[in-house]
């Protein structure tokens, strides 16, 4: 009964917000000029970095085009105005690319429905360049400064690293070349350019190790590494998979704090309820969805998959294989969602690539820290985290290009429920492959006794039995 009355608990103090936030933004006009398709004026935040994209629907211009994420507080249009308080895709030309994260604008264009349940409430296909009404407040034009620093110190590396560490870094993918970028998603290694639950994980781990070091006590400690993951949310921006992570080291932080073990199952699912509470529409997001579903694997996965491996080779390395192999396992039905594909090497290729990812990482945001300040030291440190990236590419690259790199799968929730059946089974197998020996070397001694009992039928002797 008490379990029933938590669920309840948790279902509730979900819906009720989601509910509250559904109607604040669907009150007001902008809900009904999206129904309209009017031509609308709109005043809004900038939420998200401008991404090129290749062919948006319905866009028949030349030319490059961006996609970025419009919180919209003002809206006029078919003789209205009136205020806002939902977000909308927007399309636009090369000018966009320059409106800076923060920033306060000004645009003109048409709106376009989307499909329910979708973050943004609409689309705007943006004419002409935006207008800046205000600039991005002083934490926002101190990231932009890091990010673009960033972006120099990596400028003269090799195409495939200048790319990659970047993202690594603070997960800007704008210079990621585009067949590395298919290599990463066929090998299974999309992860690392997306920044989540390992990033802040290396940089705590780094954190407390210096810290350590260096003589502080605990409880400090603790206070400069939930400050560094603070400051690291604001330099990557406040994505789903960051979200996550954060609040999860926020707990783990804490647990420590309080000089308690941390329990990671319990953790993840008061993180899950407190994020869909603040944002409901993270339930729409395959990025969280993947983020959650790769910690649960890891925690629940990782010890029984560890012992059965363990039986037939090293217990190191069969615990390295199953960390990259419970993520990968519990991930893999919802990204046959979004491609219909198996990734074959996606577990050796992580095995590979997961040392290169220390360093990079550590090196990529030592060099965006450091470059604003220092050219030549980011410049430094931008080559160490190349190195890494280096290897990390190539892993990519050799796994894209073995036979069968990608296997045909069903689609749809069909091919995700037999995907995900299939690997419950292969787990239990792996699990309990202990008992297997046992139970088949006793079919096998019955089949020898019923030879032998044939043979003493036919020919009268009487061999003893075992």
Excluded: K
Excluded at 320 to 338: D, E, G, N, R, Y
């Amino acid at each position: 009964m008490g379990h029933a009355l938590l669920l309840l608990a948790a279902v509730t103090a979900v819906a009720l917000p989601g509910a509250a936030q559904l109607a604040v933004r669907e009150s007001g006009l902008l809900a009904a000029l999206v129904d309209q398709r009017a031509t609308v004026r709109v005043v809004g935040t900038v939420r998200s970095e401008p991404v090129p994209v290749v062919s948006p629907v319905g866009w028949s211009r030349s030319g490059a085009r961006y996609r970025l994420e419009l919180g919209v507080e003002q809206i006029s249009g078919r003789g209205r105005s009136g205020s806002a308080a939902a977000p909308v895709l927007v399309l636009g030309g090369p000018a966009w690319a320059r409106i800076s994260y923060g920033a306060r604008v000004e645009a003109t264009g048409r709106l376009a429905s989307l499909p329910p349940g979708e973050v943004a409430m609409a689309l705007l296909a943006a004419r002409g360049a935006p207008r800046p009404v205000d600039p991005p407040g002083a934490v926002d034009r101190t990231v932009r400064r890091i990010r673009v620093a960033l972006l120099a110190a990596t400028e003269r590396l090799h195409p495939d690293p200048r790319g990659l560490v970047p993202g690594i870094a603070v997960g800007d993918t704008s210079r990621l070349p585009a067949d590395l970028g298919t290599a990463m998603r066929v090998a299974g290694l999309t992860h690392v350019t997306a920044v989540s639950g390992a990033h802040f994980a290396i940089l705590g781990e780094a954190v407390l190790g210096l810290t350590g070091l260096v003589g502080l006590s605990r409880r400090t400690r603790m206070g400069v590494v939930s400050a560094v993951m603070v400051g690291f949310v604001f330099l990557v921006h406040p994505e789903p998979s960051v979200l996550r992570a954060a609040a999860m080291g926020a707990l783990g932080v804490g647990g420590l704090a309080l000089g308690r073990p941390s329990r990671a199952l319990p953790a993840l699912g008061a993180t899950v309820i407190a994020l869909l509470v603040v944002d409901p529409w993270l339930a729409r997001s395959f990025g969280f969805a993947l983020s959650v579903l790769a910690t649960a694997g890891i925690v629940l996965l990782t010890v029984p998959v560890a012992a059965g491996l363990a039986r037939a080779m090293p217990e190191r390395l069969a615990h390295a294989i199953a960390v990259p192999l419970a993520a990968q396992s519990a991930c893999a039905p919802v990204i046959v969602l979004l491609t219909p594909n198996v990734s074959t090497y996606a577990v050796p290729a992580n095995l590979l690539a997961a040392p290169a990812l220390v360093p990079a990482t550590v090196a990529g945001v030592l060099a965006a820290l450091v470059a604003p300040w220092w050219a030549s030291g980011g410049v430094v440190l931008a080559q160490v985290a190349g190195w890494a990236a280096s290897w990390i590419a190539w892993v990519a690259r050799i796994c894209v290009g073995l036979p069968s790199a990608q296997l045909p799968w069903p689609g749809g929730l069909g091919g995700a429920g037999l995907l995900a059946a299939l690997t419950v089974a292969v787990g239990v197998v792996v699990a309990h492959r202990d008992r297997i020996p046992a139970w088949a070397s006793g079919l096998d001694r019955g089949r020898r006794r019923g030879r032998r009992r044939g043979r003493h039928r036919e020919g009268g002797e009487r061999a003893p039995v075992p």
